[in-house]
């Protein structure tokens, strides 16, 4: 099977688990729900994992056709940063997501009710979540420079013809394919770690809708305009 085909196969699957993760009680009231919870967000999260480790696998035997994405719409590869999202917008979702809950809960949790969702994080997990921000947003400019060196290089070498070991360059621009990867899967990670079951849900939920809406804006753009062309 390509990337491409698992790639359909992968993003129907993960419908089928979000809508789950999305019927699941909350908040978790009893010990099963809680469980119930724990285990349907480490189902989304292991396959997470499991697109990075194919992904990677397909950039190995061509990192070009990767960076292409053709299984993606137009509007999601403009978007893209190396090849897929960026980290850092983790930390973007989880503000607004919790600036709107708190917003709309704000007489409730003013009262000293706990909500138990995003919109109720605690100062402690505030800090964390922007101090794993700032540790993002470096790491994220340290790939991005790698990706400069690399095109500023290597890929002039090879546009000018000048290129004696084309497997080794296109071996360098795979781990830092492979690199911006395991930062998204690692950022995932950490997001979901510091937040409770219910607010891990929460964040996934968001975070899917977000790629699902702007997954389906875009493939209805390239449908108008394949139709225009015709």
Same mark, same amino acid.
């Given at each position: 099977?390509?990337?491409? *085909? ?5 993003? +129907? ?10 019927? @699941?009680?909350?908040? =978790?009231? #009893? ?5 119930? !919870? ?10 997470? =994992?499991?697109?990075?480790?194919? /992904?990677?696998? =397909? @950039?190995? $035997? ?11 719409? #137009?509007?999601? *590869? ?29 007489? %409730? ?7 138990? %969702? ?12 922007? +101090? ?5 947003? $470096? ?7 790698? !990706? ?13 013809? #000048? ?5 080794? /360059?296109?071996? *360098? !621009?795979? /781990?830092?394919?492979?690199? @911006? +990867?395991?930062? *998204? ?8 770690? !510091? ?10 939920? =968001? @975070? ?21 062309? /015709?």
């Amino acid at each position: 099977m390509d990337f491409h *085909r698992f790639y359909e196969t992968w993003y +129907d699957q993960l419908h089928h688990q979000i809508r789950h993760l999305s019927e @699941a009680p909350r908040p =978790a009231t #009893t010990d099963d729900h809680r469980q119930q !919870l724990t285990q349907l967000v480490n189902k989304v999260m292991f396959h997470f =994992a499991e697109y990075y480790r194919v /992904k990677s696998l =397909a @950039a190995n $035997q061509d990192v070009l056709s990767v960076f292409c994405a053709r299984w993606s719409s #137009t509007l999601e *590869r403009s978007l893209y940063w190396i090849a897929g999202w960026r980290p850092t917008t983790a930390f973007h979702l989880i503000y607004t997501e919790s600036s709107i809950l708190f917003e709309s809960r704000m007489v %409730d949790i003013l009262h000293g009710l706990r909500t138990g %969702d995003l919109g109720d994080l605690s100062p402690v997990q505030f800090t964390r979540v922007s +101090d794993l921000q700032c540790e993002t947003v $470096q790491q994220e400019n340290a790939i991005t420079d790698q !990706l400069s060196e690399w095109q500023q290089d290597e890929a002039c070498e090879i546009l000018g013809g #000048t290129c004696v070991d084309l497997d080794k /360059k296109m071996g *360098r !621009l795979v /781990k830092i394919v492979e690199k @911006a +990867d395991e930062l *998204r899967l690692r950022t995932l990670k950490a997001v979901v770690e !510091l937040l409770t079951p219910q607010q891990a849900a929460e964040f996934l939920i =968001a @975070a899917t809708e977000l790629h699902f809406g702007i997954r389906r804006w875009g493939r209805n753009h390239d449908r108008d305009r394949d139709r225009a062309e /015709k």
